[in-house]
Every structure is written in structure tokens, then in C-alpha cells.
């Protein structure tokens, strides 16, 4: 229970007491306890329980004062020496009244005691990528090129093998790269189509340069924020302090590897190479010795990360997930947006393109943020930006702009706070993962600038139903934050209706799920591969970031929803 709410409670006792019509008792009550305290002197100030009182209030000296002490002390005094009945009835309720929210002070200390310990449990496991590490991979010739997987406005992305030089374990993938380079043109293609995952487990991202020039420093310096999901060991040792002046002016501390946003495992510049399909698909960024109208530069950033089969996108494009891979892939965005924000990175450019896929030994959906070509961050980890002009970049994708930075002026002393936005995306995405078309989208109906609340579609899970709407507020301080509407969803899921209460029952039984959860997680972790599943890593975000008060705001957000009474939302 906070200090506000604990005055709260006082406060109402007061009123309670005045409205039954014992103002002028209470006054003559109040004027007799000053009369006793200056007639007796010190030893009345600094009254402490007496022995027949329970021994749990003789805490009270020290965390409230003695002042429930002094009430009720003075209330059995009264009966003794015969003061007014109502008198000492006024005295005790006032006593008592403090008492009980002492002890619900005393109950919420104990819980989130019980959440730190997890917490730092929990925090000291920290995730492990399953990439094998190799040693080398600083130079594109590092590489066998595969396919292109992907195209982006700034970007192009190809399958990739490293060499069997960079390989910790020579095998196969030796034999196959050997064949590849032996084969005919038309066997070369064949082949290539059908490589898996397996042979081709890296995919290689090739920014596209048009203003960076070709100085391995400037194309560092200013593409600097696709290195904030990069690993300790992305950039060569000698190269390591360009970066550490980006374009943001210092490039921020990087954010420490999470399973739900990508991992760079290697970044290096390289003259730009004539790959597959590079004619046709993007002739214009090309530089001028590959394509005589070209407009790029001759060198340009690589950046090496795993090999994903699908996006977001193309997945939901074949599928519809159930409702619980559903509520799970939600849960996935929620726990990789709040690991940024809690580190200081804004993405500002989250949509279903962004995210890649993979599916864990269960068939689970594995969701991984990627893309931080718009991202915001800075060293101050405030997540505020002046807008003192329009020049200023707002992020990327207008459509899922949320509606403090869709509306943003600019101006002397304008700043958008992005600290909300991308749950706001989040949150605009869940249509898709749940079969319906993003009502932001571009000829679908609404506008972030301007949409009503009311006019929000509806889902049949009741329970996400009340998180999506909740993200999409359009006020950002109504708005929870990823972390809050996260542990909305995993209370809904895990939790089961014994977590409904918010009485100080409710509180206990919370530190008992809490404690039953986090053995459950521990026992998964040492059976081997269950425990790297898509639901045990986020029972481990879930218990590495506990918070008392995120937890209370959470239960809150369920129970009480949009003001209404509390719904069947702890059904999943």
C-alpha cells in the first residue's frame, strides 16, 4: 500500500467519524488530549504501547510515530480514569484506523521484499543466445552470400554461411559450401533455393549509402543507431571508438542481449559488391562503378545477425495463431519494448515488417524487434526528444505513429516524450496477430492524429481485448507502460482467478504464486531444451522485472478496466 493511499484511508476514517455527527466531540477531544500533553509533559509525547496491547503495534513508535499507540494508550486511559464513553470510542476507532494501515504497510513491505529476492534471482541468469560463437567475420569475405531474404527503404538483407575457416567446428557446412562454389550456373541456383536454415544460419544486412561518403569512420559516425542491438565483440577492438560518435552526437550504451530483439553479432564496412539480383532490384544505390547511374557511395555498413524464417508479415499472411499463441506473441512485443525503454531506446518505427519469427521446440512463435535504422536513443535514457523543428525526424511509418507524436508541433521548447509510443504500436499491431486488418493502416478506417477511443474494433478475447484498448489510449499518462500491460497479460495467463483479489489476502497470495511460479521456472531450467521455450523465457522476464507497484497497477488495470466492474479477464 503507497504513503497516498495510506493517507487516504486516515482521511476517511476522519470523515466517517465527522459525518456521524461528532465535530464537536472531536474538538473537545482534540483541546483535552493538548491540555493532558502540556499538563504532564514530555513523558505523554513519547507514550508507548502498553503491555496489554498486541504486540504487533509496538512497531508503531518507529514507522508512524507512536501516534496509533498515543490514540489507543489514551483511549484505555480514559476508561480507566472515566472519560466520556464516546470520547474513548473516538480515540480507539482513530487508533485502530492507523493500526490496520500500519500492518497493510507491513504486508506490502513483505511482498515486495518477496519481489526483489526473485528479481535478483532471476536477473543473474541472463539470456544466452543458442548463435555458436565464431571468431573471425569482420570482412564480407568472411562469408558465402546466399539469397536475398529481404528489402527494406534503406536496406537489403541475404541469407549467409561463414566460411569454413570461421567455423569453431568444421563439418558439413564445409562439403556444402565446397559444392556451391564447383557447380554449374543453373545447379548454382537449384541449390541455393533449397538450403535451410541449417546451412544458411546468418543473414547479412547491407545499408544502402547514399550520404555517408566512403570513409570506414563517416559510415560508422552516421549509421552509428544500427548498432545499438550489437554484441560486445560487433565492431573490431580499433574501431570500437568511432562509433562513440554517432549521429545522435554519443552513441548510447547498447542494450544488453533480450530474446526478443535482435542480436548483431558482427557490424564492418566494406566496398559495396554486385550480389544477386542487384540490377534489377535496386540499381539506383548501386555506385557508379557497378552502375554507371547509380547513386551510392562505394562503401557502406554490414551488419551480421541471425537467419529467421519469416517476418511477422509474411507469417500471418499463411496463418491465424490461436488464442494463446496470440496472447504469448503479444506478450513477446510487450517484453521487448519495455527491455528498450527501460535501457533508453525508442524503436519509433514498430510494424509487422520489423519483427522476425522463429518457432521454439513446442511449435511457439518466437517474436524478435529488429530494424533500428529510426530508432531514438540517447545516453540520458530520458526518451525525450526536442522538436524545435520540423526538421527534427519523428520516426518512420506515419501510420503507427502514436498520437503524442503524430500531433507534435514544433517549437521553442517542444518535446515529444517517446517513453509510451512504441506500446501505443504495440498495441496497433495486435489486430494483425489476432486475424484483423490494422485499423491504422492507410485506407482502413482510422488515424492515429484523430481517432476516437469508441470507435476502436473489437476482438473476441475478452482479456487482450482490455490490454489493446488500454495501450491505444490516446492520452499517454492513462496509457500503462509495456511493463505494466506485460504483467497484465501474465497475470491473465498464469495467474488464474485467485489472483482477483486486491485485499491484503490477495497481496499474500500473490507473494505465494510468485515464489510457486518462480520454483516452477527454476525446476524447467535444469530439465535442458524445455527450458529454453518461448513460455519459460517469459515467466524469466516476467520474474527478473518484478515490481511491486507495476504488479498493484497491473491487478488494477484488470480488475477495474475502463471504470466498470471487474470482467473475466484472468481466463486464459
Not at 345 to 357: I, Q, T
Not at 407 to 416: D, E, K, N, Q, R
Amino acid at each position: 500500500m503507497s504513503v497516498r493511499h495510506a493517507i487516504g484511508r486516515g482521511l476517511e476514517y476522519g470523515r466517517s467519524f465527522l459525518q456521524m455527527g461528532l465535530l464537536k466531540i472531536g474538538g473537545r477531544v482534540a483541546a483535552k488530549l493538548r491540555a493532558d500533553r502540556l499538563r504532564v509533559g514530555h513523558s505523554v509525547r513519547t507514550a508507548q504501547p502498553q503491555a496489554f496491547l498486541p504486540s504487533r503495534y509496538r512497531y508503531y513508535r518507529t514507522s508512524l510515530r507512536g501516534l496509533a499507540a498515543q490514540l489507543q494508550s489514551a483511549s484505555f486511559r480514559r476508561r480507566l480514569t472515566g472519560g466520556s464513553p464516546r470520547n474513548r470510542v473516538l480515540c480507539l476507532a482513530f487508533g485502530l484506523g492507523v493500526g490496520f494501515i500500519e500492518e497493510q504497510l507491513e504486508d506490502d513491505r513483505k511482498s515486495a521484499a518477496t519481489c526483489q529476492e526473485i528479481q535478483a534471482v532471476f536477473r543473474r541468469k541472463r539470456f544466452q543466445s543458442t548463435m555458436k560463437p565464431f571468431p573471425s567475420g569482420y570482412k564480407l569475405e568472411d562469408y558465402i552470400i546466399g539469397n536475398q531474404i529481404g528489402k527494406g527503404s534503406n536496406a537489403v538483407v541475404y541469407e549467409a554461411a561463414p566460411q569454413c575457416s570461421t567455423l569453431k567446428d568444421k563439418d558439413s557446412n564445409c562439403s556444402l559450401v565446397q559444392l556451391r562454389e564447383d557447380e554449374g550456373e543453373g545447379e548454382r541456383t537449384r541449390s541455393v533455393m533449397c538450403c535451410s536454415l541449417r546451412n544458411f544460419p546468418l543473414a547479412i544486412k547491407m545499408l544502402w549509402n547514399f550520404g555517408a561518403g566512403s570513409s570506414s569512420e563517416e559510415i560508422l559516425k552516421s549509421m552509428s543507431h544500427e548498432l545499438v542491438p550489437a554484441g560486445p565483440l560487433a565492431v573490431e577492438l580499433e574501431k570500437e571508438h568511432i562509433v562513440h560518435d554517432g549521429q545522435f552526437g554519443v552513441l548510447p550504451k547498447r542494450v544488453s542481449a533480450h530474446p526478443n530483439v535482435i542480436r548483431v553479432y558482427r557490424a564492418f564496412t566494406a566496398d559495396v559488391p554486385l550480389l544477386p539480383g542487384a540490377q534489377d532490384e535496386y540499381p539506383d544505390v548501386l555506385p557508379a562503378r557497378l552502375n554507371p547511374a547509380g547513386l551510392g557511395n562505394n562503401r557502406t555498413l554490414f551488419l551480421v545477425m541471425k537467419n529467421y524464417p519469416c517476418t511477422l508479415r509474411q507469417y500471418l499472411e499463411a496463418s491465424t495463431p490461436g488464442r494463446r499463441q496470440g496472447s504469448l506473441m503479444l506478450l513477446q512485443l510487450l517484453e521487448g519494448v519495455d527491455h528498450l525503454c527501460k535501457q533508453g531506446v525508442a524503436h519509433r518505427d514498430l510494424k509487422s515488417d520489423n519483427v522476425l519469427m522463429e518457432f521454439d521446440s513446442d511449435g511457439c512463435p518466437r517474436l524478435v524487434i529488429t530494424d533500428f535504422g529510426c530508432c531514438l536513443a540517447q545516453r540520458n535514457a530520458s526518451l525525450e526528444l526536442p522538436f524545435n523543428s520540423a526538421w527534427v525526424s519523428k520516426g518512420g511509418n506515419a501510420s503507427l505513429m502514436a498520437p503524442e507524436v503524430a500531433t507534435a508541433v514544433p517549437g521553442c521548447g517542444a518535446v515529444i516524450d517517446y517513453s509510451k509510443a512504441d506500446a501505443w504500436a504495440v498495441g496497433a499491431i495486435s489486430y494483425e496477430i489476432f486475424g484483423k486488418l490494422n485499423p491504422f493502416y492507410r485506407g482502413v478506417g482510422l488515424e492515429s492524429r484523430k481517432y476516437e477511443e469508441r470507435h476502436l474494433p473489437t476482438l473476441p478475447p475478452a482479456d487482450v481485448q482490455l490490454v489493446i484498448r488500454l495501450l491505444l489510449r490516446r492520452n499517454p499518462s492513462k496509457r500503462p507502460s509495456a511493463r505494466v500491460a506485460a504483467d497484465m497479460l501474465h497475470l491473465s495467463i498464469w495467474g488464474g482467478k485467485a489472483l482477483a483479489n486486491r485485499d491484503s489476502t490477495g497481496m499474500k497470495k500473490l507473494a505465494d504464486w510468485l515464489l510457486c511460479q518462480s520454483a516452477g521456472v527454476l525446476l524447467k531450467g535444469c530439465r535442458g531444451p524445455s527450458g529454453n521455450s518461448v513460455e519459460v523465457e517469459l515467466q524469466r522476464s516476467f520474474l527478473s522485472n518484478l515490481d511491486l507497484e507495476d504488479l498493484r497497477s497491473a491487478m488494477g488495470f484488470l480488475l477495474y478496466g475502463w471504470g466498470q466492474r471487474p470482467a473475466h479477464v484472468l481466463s486464459v
